[in-house]
C-alpha cells in the first residue's frame, strides 16, 4: 500500500536561516510519481514540483531545491534563506502509474520568524 | 474560469442535516477530485471523476457520502445526515486528464463544513 510519512510537524526558524523538509514514502510500484504542495494560510494547495520514479536528479528552482533518493525512498525538501513568506504548510505526496488519485503525507508547518 | 472555485466557504449545519458543496473546476479540466482534510492532517482522497462518471470512489466513507458531475463540468458534494464527525474542510481540485498518475491538480480554497 501507498503511504507518505512527514515525520516533522512542525519546523521554526529564523529568517535567512535554511531548511529541510523531510519525506519518506512507501510503494510497491516501480513506476510512481512524488510531489510537494505548498498551502499557505489561506488554505488553498498550490503546487510546487513533480517527479517521476526514474528521474533521481536532483532539482533546484530559485531558493527551492528537491533532494530524491531511491534507495532510501526519500523525496526531501530544501528551502536555502529561508523568507517569512514561506511559513506555510508543506506537503509531500506519492501517486502510482496506475492511480490518479493523490495520497498526502500529513504535513509539515513551516514558520519562519523574522 | 481562471481557477476552481468552490462554495460556500464556509457552511455551519446541525447534527443530521443535508449538505451540499459544489466545486467549479477550470475550464477544459477533464479530472475533478475531492478530497477532505481534517485539522492538523493531509488531505484524504474521496472520489475522483473523469469526464461525468466517477472513475474511483474509493474514498468515500460511506453511504451518506455522494458527489455528482453531471454535465462533465461543476460538481456536487453531497453529505446527508451530517455528522460532528464530518467537519472538516473540503478541497476539490482539477486537471488535465493524463491517466498515468502524473497529473498536476490544481486545488480550490475549499469549503469548510462545521457540524454543531
Known amino acids: 500500500a501507498q503511504k507518505v510519512t512527514q515525520a516533522q510537524t512542525e519546523i521554526s526558524v529564523v529568517e535567512k536561516e535554511d531548511v529541510t523538509l523531510d519525506c519518506v514514502y512507501e510503494t510497491r510500484d516501480t513506476t510512481y510519481y512524488l510531489f510537494w504542495y505548498k498551502q499557505p494560510p489561506s488554505g488553498e494547495l498550490v503546487f510546487l514540483i513533480r517527479?517521476?520514479?526514474?528521474?533521481?536528479q536532483n532539482e533546484i528552482s530559485g531558493r527551492y531545491s528537491w533532494n530524491f533518493q531511491k534507495s532510501t525512498s526519500s523525496f526531501n525538501f530544501t528551502i536555502t534563506a529561508s523568507q517569512v513568506v514561506d511559513s506555510a504548510v508543506y506537503f509531500c505526496?506519492?501517486?502510482?502509474?496506475?492511480?490518479?488519485?493523490?495520497?498526502f503525507g500529513t504535513g509539515t508547518r513551516l514558520q519562519v520568524f523574522p | 474560469g481562471a481557477g476552481v472555485s468552490q462554495t460556500p466557504s464556509n457552511k455551519v449545519t446541525e447534527k443530521g442535516k443535508y449538505v451540499e458543496l459544489r466545486c467549479d473546476p477550470i475550464?477544459?479540466?477533464?479530472?475533478l477530485y475531492w478530497y477532505r482534510q481534517s485539522l492538523g492532517q493531509g488531505p484524504e482522497f474521496l472520489i475522483y471523476?473523469?469526464?461525468?462518471?466517477?472513475?474511483?470512489d474509493s474514498g468515500l466513507p460511506n453511504d451518506r457520502f455522494f458527489a455528482v458531475r453531471p454535465e462533465g463540468s461543476v460538481s456536487t458534494l453531497k453529505i446527508q445526515r451530517t455528522e460532528r464527525g464530518d467537519s472538516a474542510v473540503y478541497l476539490c481540485a482539477s486537471s488535465s486528464y493524463r491517466g498515468d498518475g502524473a497529473n498536476v491538480l490544481t486545488f480550490g480554497a475549499g469549503s469548510r463544513l462545521t457540524v454543531l
Open positions: 505526496a506519492l501517486s502510482e502509474v496506475n492511480t490518479d488519485k493523490l495520497i
Open positions: 475550464s477544459g479540466h477533464t479530472a
Open positions: 517527479r517521476n520514479s526514474f528521474d533521481e
Open positions: 471523476f473523469q469526464g461525468t462518471g466517477a472513475a474511483d
